[in-house]
T-cell receptor, first 115, second 115 residues
Framework: DQQVKQNSPSLSVQEGRISILNCDYT??????FLWYKKYPAEGPTFLIS?????DKNEDGRFTVFLNKSAKHLSLHIVPSQPGDSAVYFC??????????????FGKGTLLTVNP | NAGVTQTPKFQVLKTGQSMTLQCAQD?????MYWYRQDPGMGLRLIYY???????DKGEVPNGYNVSRLNKREFSLRLESAAPSQTSVYFC??????????????FGSGTRLTVV
């Protein structure tokens, strides 16, 4: 049973346009959400996060939106750049500060930004 | 640079052979994790160690054992490798408790092929 779902395996956008990556979750105990970016042959790197007490968090070109009632979050990248081309993983946790903190990941979405 | 170091980067095993994947972090983090990444499956948690001296099973622990040797090191052992364990393995660490909201720091991965 997949608790974190990224239903789009891939997304292609033009440079300068907006990229929107979506993520759904089923576990209502999740209270902390993160996005990771992964280039080939490298480990994932943290991008941006959001706590369930917020509905939006912004960091430069990256904004994450959280809709708790719909159990849905999205990552917006504006404007998109070719260097943003990577696999993006959505992740969630139900214990952001506790000793049993661990992340559950989605399957990832491959973003391609075309020049 | 500070971070998570994994060795080896690549390994080919024959079915039935054993090996240990090594992971070390120099950030004084409390928690450490082992994930595997398979095509179309995202990142799945194998084992984790919330603190030195403790280990717990994750989502896919069968066929693996772990040792939290000290605060810095967390190893993953395959006692009798099987082709189904062909994967890319990532080690990660996190400081706990923390007010930072940046999730894990990942190593660059070990690509394991079992023939």
């Amino acid at each position: 049973d997949q608790q974190v779902k990224q239903n789009s395996p891939s997304l292609s956008v033009q440079e300068g346009r907006i990229s929107i990556l979506n993520c759904d979750y089923t576990n209502s105990m999740f209270d902390y959400f993160l996005w990771y970016k992964k280039y080939p042959a490298e480990g994932p790197t943290f991008l941006i996060s959001i706590s369930s007490i917020k509905d939006k968090n912004e960091d430069g070109r990256f904004t994450v939106f959280l809709n708790k009632s719909a159990k849905h979050l999205s990552l917006h990248i504006v404007p998109s750049q070719p260097g943003d081309s990577a696999v993006y993983f959505c992740a969630a946790s139900g214990n952001s500060g506790g000793s049993n903190y661990k992340l559950t990941f989605g399957k990832g979405t491959l973003l391609t930004v075309n020049p | 640079n500070a971070g998570v170091t994994q060795t080896p980067k690549f390994q080919v095993l024959k079915t039935g052979q054993s090996m240990t994947l090594q992971c070390a972090q120099d950030m004084n983090h409390n928690s450490m994790y082992w994930y595997r990444q398979d095509p179309g499956m995202g990142l799945r948690l194998i084992y984790y160690s919330a603190s030195e001296g403790t280990t717990d099973k994750g989502e896919v622990p069968n066929g693996y054992n772990v040792s939290r040797l000290n605060k810095r090191e967390f190893s993953l052992r395959l006692e009798s490798a099987a082709p189904s364990q062909t994967s890319v393995y990532f080690c990660a660490s996190r400081s706990l408790p923390t007010g930072r909201q940046d999730g894990y720091t990942f190593g660059s991965g070990t690509r394991l092929t079992v023939v």
